[in-house]
Each structure stands twice: as structure tokens, then as C-alpha cells.
């Protein structure tokens, strides 16, 4: 008879094998943690709410239902951190550092991660900076510390709650719970983030949803009381759905601009009602697939320092930025509201780069405003009005979260922002720029950072804080004379700017971000100094901007020679400008040269390789701009980038949506050779001066409206040019030279304002410049552009 | 032969001696004699040269813009000189020099500096502002007169004949003195000086005003009269300033005869110049009471002609707009502001730094009819459960006890008012006017009372540091013109430390019967 040994051969192996399985699974089993708690928040009626301006900072006086924070503590063994969900409009600063201090001493600060729902009807008051008071009601000092040690305790019996646990994730679908608010059918986040946190007995110990969209759906019966909105109705159906001991938990997303539909096509709290509820179904159902599992925890934490913003002292230079890893899973959380699109366009970039799944969440750690695609910079939209950092903050947080995320692929990056050539020319500063558009604007702002700050200063900070731009009517007439009001009016009238923007390339907007970076300006103010002249002729105020901007005429056909075609034109401007000859690629391929400034990014003068050029003139007759039309110098770069006939350039130039109150004299190939015409944006529409002329004047002396000095110019360029047989280059450089720049006055083609006078040869593609000198003499310079 | 033993040898000694003496026994006498007659010269002389020939009144130029008289000057000096007042004035190097002038002796003993003024100091002028033409008439001592004669054997001293007038010169001091008889004329002008020397008999104070104006302080007092064409006519006709420097204190008691600018203001201001006594309010860091005799109707245009305010505004209007909906309201508030004689008190109880915008916190009360007030408590609404009121609507409280208009949020920015008493009593305030009202209803403890027009009193120390926050609030976002969070305090900083020497101030005015306005001042200084 075979003895049996329970020591011997393959069951010896087997039994081993065995055992080794089941210390493992003890191993893993030990390391993973979990917690969860909820502690209700809801302050008694009379402390103000958050979140409807409207509202005035009346306070609450009833509850609809409770409010909540709700916590999960995680750790893996190595790894511990605290997730918090608040029925809260959002966590602001103070009462982050509030918590923190009084948050449980088991992990470390960084690894405390704060979430607010964003409900609209949730408590406000916690809010010292006094601006911020306007939405959030005064502030109650009681109540941002009863707050903050109620999401402490919350933390703290997550904490004491701790128990082996699994941890898994998914994700679900949904096209009908939410929708686009800013665009009637404009993108939404299909996705609903899932995570399941289970007991050792595969009891849900929280499950935690994530979703895109506002809890703004309480209806206006309900504006002055206590609810949690759609995240109430979800955490009391999911709880039902659950078991007594699950907390449900909602991370809103990337819902900057996103709202909740009406699935079931119900109005009211029935509307509210119904999309918590599918939410929990949803959630629950997608609970149900997921597979809790031993997981590896990683929490990435930095407070790294903003881009500029408009709105500073008011908001501030550093952030907190955290990434939250659940193995394969990243969770990236915004101090702010960001669009869909940023919160799409982020999960594309981590799952690029190898994760399984990706999850933004908004209203964490901060509150810095929305965060909006840079495409949308310039809509005149809510989301836009409360956005603070510039178009350039998108590609800010995707770089800064790719740098915490532990696998991150390519992130675009900007220019290292080496300075462009540049070299001085016959007295003029002529910079050489890439065709990068950021890179553009990057190097000329670094080259003339000192006075473009100079400039953005006189034209745009002084009259602010002098008050001579600003509302002065209504309730503003009764403004304190000891209160600056330039910290509220400065991002104001920025914001109002932006809406220029609208329907200008991108190309455009990142070649400004790159003149702002260089110049260490927020791009908001560059902007803004852009649009000085014509906010100027808005407030009515008669200063520098509002004058006319030059003489310009065009010689055509005999007359100009063999040169084909001359354009002459003498740009006057009251401020001392630095003249900068630029030249760079555009988009379209085409070489571009203008002069200008170092701030402009329209141009007022200019050529591309085709020989097409341009001028651009201020002729009050025209009329006011129209604020809701973009600046007048963008629009003409706008053409030139793009036009390679005269004719292609009219017809650009006619359609654009521009301001009124400009003439555009432009030239360039024919069919037949080279001609030029003129473009009147006038409140009656465009009109197009194209005739036999040979002379072509941007005003017509005989003209009821031109004012008395512009008559005398121009009755000068005629009398001196009808004298000539032959107009060359010579002959108009001997008019735009009329005058002395020393002491002439307006009435004089040549005078005390004028900054620059350029002769145009388009079928040579040449143009000569020249600019006075403080010795009354000038400095000239031919360019040559090649293609 | 006689009897007697004479012994020549000793005697002849003696008798030479004595025959010596007895040829000099006339010196001796004569010696003394001339010593006395000497000194009896002298003191004839000492008592001759330093007789009281002349008096103050002669020197002093009558129709003088301003006069103070100082009774013992030496002593109140060093009291004067020694008050926090100048402490104030740390800033000013103006005013920072008096009290070290003051304490000046000149490089001159005490006992010295006595006789040269023993007397009343009287010191006149015309010029306010510069004070070129300042006079000093003193009485000096015997033998401060008798010092003076011996002035040539200083060297700090240089004499100018001047025609006969005799002038002297402190080049140190810069000032020219004269003397004539024990008085003692002073000042930093020369032609000053012989103007005082030279006034024809009219042209001087004399001795019977002078007296007058003497005997009758015991404090020092300005004395200002103005002529047609001082720049100060417009505004004073007369003034009179005594000033009361005690222990930790100042109290100053003017009287303001205003002149022809100012003097229909002050008539249109103060009303009647009936004057009743006025309560006092119980709290806050600056309380004001008043009765003006105006009603608040004439005070509202006075304001608009002196400050450039706007008598009629769309936006104002439409704030009052729902005071006035109401008929019995506004029938009263018509009447409150056509009314003269309306006794009415205000206190600024602090900052709500936490409103949401920084609000002063103001409590006051008129005394008027309270009637209608009280029906419109009655009759208004209470605010709808759920939360939605109109900005400028008035609500009433649930207790009944005063209306508000909600404005924007918060209890600081909830314009309320309610009947108390006789009077009707508001404030920016609900929670503040809720507590004066409660306040109220508790058996009245005995009010400070004061008879004014106007009184004003304020305690510097609370008023700064109500300020703190609120400053700092509006600073930290750029709020505040002029002003970051860190140079807000540095300033306040300052400010409290000069409203650490002052813990109270009060001023009272009062309208007579002849058009003058008499004022008050009390200050107290920190030991």
C-alpha cells in the first residue's frame, strides 16, 4: 500500500501553490483601504446663498433639501488621500485653507482633494474679497468655519470608518441629461464617469459619479432656498439603490458650458427630479459591470503659477492643480469651470497618452472663474465674461496637467521665445518674424516689452484710473472719490473687448498671446491697448486716437509711369510711436510687411508678396465704430493675409464685417496690370471708390463733411501731383514731405503728428519709409518684398 | 607846672597819633557821607528813570485785526508749552516751534526774564497769516527797567538812535524792542516798532480800553476784529478766543460775529437761534445732536449752493421713490422737510466690514410727529417666505417694531426706521435700529443733556479703529485709491497713533440772540 504524505509530490506543489495564492490575496487585501462618511451642511435660513447675482445677497429663508459633504477616504498601502464632494456653489480659497487646517492629520495636505457640486441654491458668505460679495452675499465668518469643520468631520469619520476595500471604474453613455447651454446643439460629455468602492463583502461603500452639467435647475419658486439640486435627488436614489451604508458622491465636470436637459420633457423640481434619477440608474447600472479590484493610488499635487490675468489684484497668481490616479484611470481636477471642450479635449490627451479612461472634474481646490476654449475667446457670452486668464489658459492646463500626470504624450508647446532678428535700418527697427504666429507675437513683445507696458499704461490704465473711460450715469455718479474702481472697470471693459475678437482667425488671437507673454502683460491688456483709439472715440473724449490718421493717394494709370501704380500715405498720431518695420508668413503663404508700431497687431500699413497693399485711414465723417464689429486694422491685415488681387481685396474689404468710420485705400495686380481703389466703411454700408482718376484721394477736398484741415492737405497733394506729367516715387515722397514735422499743424500733409510716411511701388513690390527725426530731419528706408 | 604826669615818649606817639586822627577825623564821615549821598543819588536816579510814566494803551494801535492778552506769561508758558496739543502738530514745523519758543529764555536768567514782564502781555497785529506785524506791549519791573538801562554791556544787543526814538536789536531773536518809561514794546518789524512810538493820541488803544480788556481775563484770549478790507471780513466781523490749557486738556470758548459772507448762512443755519437742550446720544464713536432752527428743506439747498450738490437727481429720486408712494408717508416726510426747529440726533456706531460692501453703521432720530410712521408700521407687509423682495419696497419686521427696505443683501445695508417715543428714529442698519428700538422699550436711564445748536462729540481712538478692517478689505483688491492692503495700514497706523492722544473731543455751538455764534471745544489729551 502507497503510503500518503500530504507532503508528497504534486499535492506538496499544488498545496504550496495554494497557499502562496491565499497569503497573496491576504498581502493585497490588507493594503487597500476605504472610507466613507456624509455630514450634513445645510446652515439655518438667513445666511445669504451663492451663485445668482440676482439674488443681491438676500439670504436664504427656507430648505428644500439637505446639504451635504460627502467623503471618501482611499489609501493603497503607500498612497492615502481624501475625496470630497460639497453641496456648495464652490470651494473658494479661504475655505480651503480653513479645512485643511482642521482636516484629520492622516494624509498629507495634498492629497486633500475638494470638490464643490455647484449648486445655485447652496450657502454662499464665505467670501472676504469684496467684489466676490456681489454674488456670494456678505460674508459670515461663523459660517465659513461651521462649513469648514463640518467637512472635516466628514473626512474624519471617512477616515474612522476605514475598511478593506476594493476599488473599481467605468464609464457610461448619456445624450439626453444634459445639453449644450451656450449653443443651441453644441457638444455636451457623453460620458458618465463611474467609480465603485466596495467593502470586502462587495457592499458598495461609495460610488461616486461624475457629469457635466450645472445644477442650476430649482425653479424660481424655490430662488431663496437650501437644495442640492439634480446631485440631491441622485444621491437619495442611488442610496436606495445601493444599501443603507453606500454614500453616493457627485464630481461635476467639465460643465462650464453645460446644463441638464429634460429627458422625460418635465419642467420644474419634477424636471430636477428626473435627471438625478436616471443619473442614479445610469450610474448604478454601470456600477453593477464594474469589477472592484486591489488598486494602485497616485495623487499628483502643484501650485503652479498662473498666466497673467486682467483682473488682477482680484484674482490670483497661483492655483491649485491636482491629478488623481486610480491605476489606469486619471482624474484631473480644475479650480474653475472649464468648458466641455477643455474637459474633451484633455481626456483625448490622456488616453493618447496610454490611460484607460479620463475624468475632469470642476469646482476644486479654487475658484478661478470658466476656463473657455480659445476659438470662443471672442463670443460675447457669460462664460466668456467670467473668464479671467486669457485665451491662452486651455493650453495652460493641459500642459500643467500632462506634467502631473505620470504618462503624458506630446503637449504642443509654445516657442522657447528667442528673440527674432531684428536690426536696425536706416534708423527704422526692422524685425524679421517666423511663421509661427505665437512665436511672432512672442518675439516682438519680448523685443519692445518696455514700451508696449509704457503704452498699455498711458492709453489704456491712466484714463481708466482717472475715470475718463468708464460708465458715469445711474448709480456710478454716486462713486466715492477715495475708491479706485479701475480693479472692477479694467476686466469689465476688457471683457466688452473681447467680443472683437469674434470671427478673427486664431492665427491671430495666439500671435496676440505671444505679444502679451513677451510683453509680461495679460493678453486682455494688450487687447485692450489695440483697441485704444477706438474705445477713445466711443467715450467721445477728444484726445489722442481721435484725429484723422493721415493723408493717402494713389497715383494710377499714365500718371504713375512705368511704376504702374504709387501709393502714398503719411500716418499721423498724437503719441511719439516707435516705428517697426515687420515682416513675416502668414497662413496663407503670403510674405507680409507692414509698419506700424510695437504693440499693433492690426496693420494700418502694409503689403504682401502679391503685391497687394494697403492703407488704412480714420475718417470721422464715416462715423462711430461699432463696438460689436472687430477692430478696423485686424480687419485689413485680415484682407492682406489672404487677397492676391486688387479685385479679391476690394471684394474682402466690402464684405468684412467692419467698423464703420475707416477708408482703406488699397491697391494691387489686375488682370491687366496693377490698379487701386478705395473702401469707405460708412454707417450706410461700404462704399467703393474706383474710377478714371487718376488721382485718388482718400478724401475729396470738395467734400461737405471733410473737415478744414484735411481739405487743405488734400488741395495740396492735388495742386503739387496735377503739376507733374510723370508721378514717381520721387515726386510723392517730395509731398508726403510737405510740411515740417516740428511745427507744422494738421493742415500740413507733413506735420508735427505724423509718424511715418511710406511710398507703396506694388508691381515692384518695394515701399519706402520714412519717419522724422527729433532734428526735424527724417530717416528713410527702402524694403524690397520678396515672396 | 601842672600836676599831671605827662610822658612824652609814649604820648608823643599817642599824641602824634592822636593829633593824626584828630587831622583825620573828618574823612571817615566824609567817605560815608559820599556813600550814601552816592547811593541816595543812586537810588533817586534807579527810582527817577524807572518810575511808571507811561502806560500799555499808548503803544497799542487801536482797530487792531487780532489782540491776546497774556496774564502771567512766564508761568503759563511752560503750561502751554507743555500740552499734548503740540504733539498734534509733530508734522508742522510751524507749529512744531512754538512750545520750543515758548520756552525760550533768551540765554537770560529767570529772575531776569520776571522783570522784564511782570505785567500782562498784550499782543497785537494785522497780518493773520504771516504775522510780520506782531506787537508785544509789556510792563517791565523796577529793576527789569533798571536791567534794561544797563543793555549796552550786552553784546546780543545793538542800539539805533532812529531819529531819537531810541530802538534796540536782538539780531539773534530778530526783534526790535523799545523802551519807554517800564514799558516794554516788542516786535519783529522795525517799522512797526516806530509806528507803536509815534501813534498819535487817537490812533492808540488807550488806557481805558486797555484796562478793561486786562482786568477782564484770567485766561489767555484772542480778540479778533477784522476791518472792510481784511481778507478774514467776509468771514469775521469779531471774534473772541479764550484758551483754558488744563491738566490733559484744552478748552477753547469762542464767540463768532460772522461777517457779511457768512453771516446770512449762519442766520439761514441756525434758524432762530433758539436753542433747546438737546440729548446726548448714548453710544457710537462720533454722536451727534442738534437743532439748527432750519428745516431740513433750507439745510438741503444751503448744502447744494456750498458743496455743489445736485438738488435734483433721477437716480436719487428713484431710490426715495417708494418713501413717497405711500400718502400718509409721504405727507410726513413733506412736512419733516419743511419744518424748521426739528431737534434731531445721529451717532456712527462702527463699520460692518463684512457687509457686502463695507457699510458705516448710522443710528438717529428726529423728533416729529409719529403718527404717520406708526400707521405705516401697521399696514405694511411682511417679507414673503420665499425670499423674493423687492429691493426698494418696504417690508415690515415680523415683531412689528420698525420697516425696512431690503436694498441688497444684508443686515448693513437695510435703510430701516421706526417710532420710538416722540421721535421717529432710522439708521442703515436693521439689527442696529432693532436694538435702539428694544433699547428703547427698557426704562429710559437719565441721557446726557446738552443746550446747543449743534453739538458734536467723538472719540478718535474708536473711529480709527473702526476703520481697520473696512480699509483693509477694500484695499486688498485695489479698492481703495492710492492705497495697497500694506501701505492702508501703514497709514492707519499713523493716524491711530495721534488718535491715541486724543481718547475725546466735543464741540458745542450755539446760535445768540444778536447773531453771534458762540462755540465750545473740549480736548483731552492721554497722560
Not at chain 1, 497557499?19 to 493585497?28: A, F, I, P, S
Not at chain 1, 461651521?146 to 476605514?162: C, G, P, V
Not at chain 1, 464630481?251 to 435627471?275: F, Y
Not at chain 2, 519758543?101 to 533768551?106: E, H, M, S, V
Amino acid at each position: 500500500m502507497r503510503s500518503f504524505s500530504l507532503f508528497h509530490g504534486k499535492f506538496r506543489q499544488t498545496l504550496l501553490a495554494a497557499l502562496g495564492v491565499v497569503l497573496l490575496l491576504q498581502g493585497r487585501a490588507v493594503s487597500l483601504e476605504a472610507g466613507s462618511a456624509k455630514v450634513e451642511i445645510t446652515p439655518q435660513p438667513g445666511v445669504p446663498l451663492n451663485g445668482f447675482g440676482d439674488r443681491m445677497g438676500r439670504s436664504a429663508t427656507a430648505m428644500h433639501d439637505t446639504l451635504w459633504a460627502r467623503a471618501l477616504y482611499l489609501s493603497d498601502g503607500e498612497t492615502a488621500l481624501f475625496l470630497v464632494n460639497t453641496d456648495l456653489c464652490l470651494i473658494n480659497a479661504a475655505l480651503r485653507t480653513r479645512v485643511l487646517e482642521l482636516a484629520p492629520d492622516v494624509v498629507p495636505p495634498e492629497h486633500i482633494i475638494l470638490t464643490a457640486t455647484h449648486t445655485h441654491n447652496g450657502p454662499g458668505g464665505m467670501e472676504e474679497r469684496v467684489p466676490f460679495r456681489l454674488v456670494s452675499g456678505r460674508f459670515v465668518p461663523e459660517l465659513l468655519e461651521e462649513t469648514a469643520s463640518k467637512i472635516a468631520a466628514a473626512m474624519l469619520q471617512a477616515y474612522e470608518a476605514r475598511q478593506r476595500a476594493t476599488v473599481g471604474y467605468g464609464t457610461a453613455k448619456q445624450n439626453a441629461l444634459t445639453k449644450n447651454r451656450a449653443v443651441n446643439g453644441g457638444p455636451i460629455d457623453e460620458q458618465i464617469g463611474v467609480i465603485r468602492v466596495d467593502d470586502a463583502d462587495g457592499l458598495s461603500i461609495a460610488i461616486l459619479a461624475n457629469l457635466a452639467a450645472h445644477p442650476t435647475s430649482a425653479p424660481e419658486s424655490h430662488h431663496y432656498a437650501f437644495s442640492a439640486d439634480f446631485p440631491g435627488f441622485y444621491y437619495a436614489a442611488l442610496e436606495t439603490l445601493t444599501n443603507p451604508k453606500c454614500v453616493a458622491m457627485f464630481l461635476n465636470g467639465a460643465e462650464g458650458n453645460q446644463t441638464i436637459a429634460a429627458p422625460e420633457g418635465k419642467e420644474g423640481w419634477a424636471r430636477t427630479q428626473s435627471v438625478g434619477e436616471l443619473l442614479a440608474g445610469r450610474v448604478k447600472e454601470a456600477a453593477n459591470k464594474i469589477v472592484g479590484r486591489e488598486v494602485k493610488l497616485r495623487v499628483a499635487y502643484a501650485a503652479p503659477e498662473l498666466p497673467l490675468s486682467i483682473a488682477e489684484p482680484l484674482m490670483p497668481r497661483t492655483t491649485v492643480l491636482q491629478v488623481l490616479e486610480i491605476d489606469d484611470l486619471a482624474i484631473s481636477f480644475f479650480p474653475g469651470e472649464p468648458c466641455v471642450e477643455l474637459g474633451l479635449r484633455l481626456r483625448q490627451q490622456a488616453l493618447a497618452a496610454g490611460y484607460g479612461a479620463h475624468f475632469s472634474v470642476g469646482l476644486a481646490n479654487d475658484y478661478l472663474g470658466y476656463f473657455v476654449p480659445r476659438e470662443q475667446y471672442g463670443a460675447f457670452r457669460y462664460e466668456n465674461a467670467a473668464s479671467f486668464y486669457g485665451p491662452g489658459i486651455e493650453d495652460w492646463f493641459y500642459e500643467h496637467f500632462a506634467s502631473l500626470q505620470s504618462q503624458s504624450g506630446p503637449v504642443g508647446s509654445d516657442e522657447s521665445g528667442a528673440l527674432a532678428p531684428q536690426k536696425e535700418a536706416g534708423g527704422f527697427t526692422v524685425m524679421e518674424l517666423g511663421e509661427d504666429p505665437f512665436g511672432r507675437g512672442l518675439a516682438r513683445g519680448k523685443q519692445h516689452a518696455q514700451d508696449i507696458r509704457t503704452r498699455y499704461e498711458r492709453h489704456v490704465l491712466t484714463p481708466l484710473r482717472e475715470m475718463a473711460w468708464g460708465p458715469h450715469a445711474g448709480a456710478w455718479q454716486f462713486w466715492p472719490p477715495f475708491m479706485d474702481r479701475s480693479s472692477i472697470s479694467l476686466p469689465a471693459l476688457a471683457i466688452s473687448t473681447r467680443a472683437r475678437l469674434a470671427g478673427l482667425p486664431v492665427e491671430l488671437i495666439r500671435e496676440v498671446e505671444g505679444l502679451s507673454q513677451g510683453a509680461g502683460l495679460p493678453f486682455d491688456a494688450v487687447w485692450l491697448l489695440n483697441n485704444a483709439d477706438e474705445i477713445r472715440v466711443q467715450s467721445g473724449t477728444d484726445a489722442l486716437f481721435n484725429t484723422p490718421l493721415c493723408t493717402m493717394f494713389a497715383v494710377r494709370g499714365a500718371k504713375a509711369g512705368a511704376d504702374g501704380i504709387v501709393l502714398g500715405r503719411n500716418l499721423d498720431w498724437s503719441d511719439d510711436e516707435v516705428p517697426v518695420i515687420t515682416r513675416y508668413r502668414a497662413a496663407s503663404g503670403k510674405g507680409i510687411i507692414q509698419v506700424g508700431f510695437t504693440w499693433n497687431s492690426g496693420i494700418l500699413t502694409g503689403m504682401n508678396s502679391d503685391g497687394v497693399a494697403v492703407s488704412l485711414a480714420r475718417v470721422a465723417a464715416e462715423g462711430v465704430p461699432d463696438w460689436k464689429d472687430p477692430p478696423a486694422s485686424l480687419v485689413v491685415r485680415t484682407v492682406l493675409e489672404n487677397a492676391a488681387t486688387l479685385a479679391e481685396a476690394v471684394s474682402q474689404l466690402t464684405q468684412a464685417s467692419a467698423p464703420v468710420g475707416y477708408r482703406v485705400l488699397v491697391a494691387g495686380p489686375t488682370e491687366t496690370g496693377f490698379d487701386a481703389a478705395l473702401v469707405a466703411w460708412s454707417s450706410n454700408g461700404p462704399v467703393l471708390r474706383a474710377g478714371e482718376e487718376e488721382l485718388l484721394l482718400a478724401e475729396l477736398p470738395e467734400d461737405s463733411t471733410i473737415t478744414p484741415e484735411a481739405r487743405q492737405r488734400y488741395l495740396e497733394v492735388r495742386r503739387t501731383l496735377t503739376e507733374e506729367r510723370i508721378v514717381g516715387i520721387a515726386e510723392v515722397e517730395q509731398v508726403l514731405t510737405t510740411g515740417s514735422a516740428a511745427t507744422s499743424g494738421q493742415e500740413e500733409i507733413y506735420n508735427t503728428q505724423t509718424q511715418h510716411s511710406v511710398v507703396f511701388l506694388p508691381a515692384k513690390k518695394q515701399l519706402r519709409v520714412r519717419a522724422p527725426e527729433s532734428s526735424g530731419g527724417f530717416v528713410e528706408l527702402d524694403v524690397e518684398l520678396k515672396d | 607846672m601842672s600836676d599831671t604826669v605827662r610822658d612824652y615818649s609814649k604820648r608823643k606817639t599817642a599824641n602824634r597819633l592822636y593829633t593824626q586822627e584828630g587831622s583825620r577825623r573828618g574823612r571817615p564821615h566824609f567817605i560815608r557821607w559820599t556813600f550814601f549821598a552816592l547811593l541816595g543819588m543812586l537810588l533817586t536816579w534807579s527810582w527817577w528813570v524807572s518810575r511808571d510814566t507811561r502806560s500799555e494803551g499808548e503803544f497799542i494801535p487801536a482797530g487792531q485785526t487780532y489782540e491776546l492778552v497774556l496774564n502771567d506769561l512766564l508761568h503759563q508758558r511752560h503750561i502751554i508749552a507743555g500740552s499734548h496739543l503740540w504733539s498734534l502738530f509733530a508734522a508742522s514745523p510751524e507749529a512744531g516751534a512754538v512750545p520750543t519758543l515758548l520756552r525760550n529764555d533768551f540765554g537770560m536768567p529767570p529772575w531776569v526774564l520776571r522783570n522784564l514782564v511782570s505785567g500782562p502781555c498784550h499782543i497785537s497785529g494785522a497780518d493773520l497769516i504771516h504775522f510780520s506785524d506782531l506787537l508785544v506791549v509789556t510792563r517791565m519791573s523796577r529793576i527789569g527797567c533798571l536791567l534794561e538801562r544797563f543793555h549796552t554791556f550786552a553784546d546780543f544787543v545793538q542800539d539805533e538812535e532812529a531819529g531819537g526814538l531810541k530802538l534796540r536789536y536782538l539780531p539773534e531773536a530778530k526783534l526790535f524792542y523799545a523802551v519807554r518809561g517800564r514799558i516794554l514794546v516788542v516786535t519783529p518789524s522795525r517799522d512797526r516798532l516806530i509806528e507803536s512810538l509815534t501813534l498819535a493820541e487817537g490812533a492808540a488803544l488807550g488806557d481805558g480800553v486797555y484796562e478793561t480788556a486786562v482786568n477782564a481775563i484770567t485766561q489767555p484770549q484772542l480778540q479778533l476784529v477784522s476791518s472792510a478790507d481784511d481778507p478774514i471780513a467776509p468771514y469775521v466781523t469779531g471774534a473772541s478766543i479764550t484758551f483754558s490749557f488744563v491738566e490733559n486738556g484744552l478748552q477753547v470758548h469762542a464767540t463768532w460775529q460772522p461777517g457779511n459772507r457768512m453771516a446770512p448762512l449762519v442766520q439761514s443755519l441756525f434758524g432762530s437761534g433758539a436753542h433747546r437742550e438737546l440729548k446726548i446720544p448714548d453710544s457710537g464713536n462720533v454722536r451727534l445732536a442738534a437743532d439748527l432752527g432750519a428745516s431740513p428743506s433750507v439745510l438741503w439747498s444751503l448744502a447744494c449752493e456750498e458743496f455743489g450738490f445736485e438738488p435734483r437727481n433721477d437716480a436719487r429720486d428713484a431710490l426715495l421713490a417708494p418713501l413717497l408712494a405711500d400718502p400718509a408717508l409721504q405727507a410726513m416726510l413733506m412736512a419733516w422737510w419743511e419744518t424748521d426747529g426739528q431737534p434731531f440726533w445721529l451717532s456712527w456706531e462702527g463699520m460692518d466690514p463684512n457687509a457686502m460692501i463695507p457699510m458705516p453703521l448710522l443710528l438717529g432720530g428726529v423728533t416729529m410727529p409719529v403718527a404717520p410712521v406708526a400707521a405705516l408700521l401697521a399696514a405694511a407687509p411682511f417679507a414673503p417666505a420665499d425670499g423674493s423682495l423687492l429691493p426698494t419696497a418696504l417690508f415690515a419686521e415680523p415683531d412689528r417694531s420698525f420697516v425696512y427696505l431690503p436694498l441688497i443683501g444684508g443686515p448693513a445695508l437695510e435703510p430701516a426706521f421706526a417710532p420710538v417715543r416722540n421721535e421717529v428714529a432710522f439708521s442703515l442698519s436693521s439689527p442696529v435700529l432693532r436694538g435702539y428700538v428694544a433699547a428703547s422699550r427698557e426704562p429710559a436711564a437719565s441721557r446726557r443733556t446738552v443746550k446747543a445748536n449743534l453739538y458734536v462729540e467723538a472719540y478718535p481712538a474708536a473711529c480709527t479703529a473702526s476703520l481697520r478692517e473696512p480699509g483693509m478689505a477694500l484695499a486688498a483688491f485695489g479698492g481703495l485709491r492710492g492705497f495697497t492692503a500694506a501701505s492702508f495700514d501703514a497709514w492707519l497706523q499713523s493716524w491711530e497713533a495721534h488718535a491715541s492722544q486724543i481718547p475725546f473731543a466735543a464741540l458745542a455751538l450755539n446760535m445768540t440772540a444778536d447773531g453771534a455764534v458762540t462755540l465750545g471745544l473740549d480736548l483731552r489729551f492721554s497722560e
